[in-house]
């Protein structure tokens, strides 16, 4: 996480330990909505640099961080369940590719 402004994101939690935990599991939920799901205004998405110029950033943890940096993420004890969570942003947002289904074995 060699971020400029890892301070500020140290500011947010009461260790380094939570601070990663909390990028994982919100980078975990930007890929699983394809970032439908994301706080942050497309003026403020993470941009990278390439030789074509400035390109949006594809790394879910950058946005991660770039949401707790604006301060719309709230990090707490009494947050929703993640199971709850799922159910209303799957609810929100649908996967477009299903998820893969048990089959069943052949019989002889």
Known sequence: MAEPG???LLTVTDSKYRLTVVVAKRAQQLLRYQFKNTVLEPSEWPKMRTLEGEKPDPNPVTWAMQELRTGR???GEN???EDRLSKVLDQ???REIPEPQPQERDRD
């Open 6 to 8: 890892i301070d500020t």
């Open 73 to 75: 993420l709230v990090i």
């Open 79 to 81: 947050l929703v369940p």
């Open 92 to 94: 929100m947002y649908p």
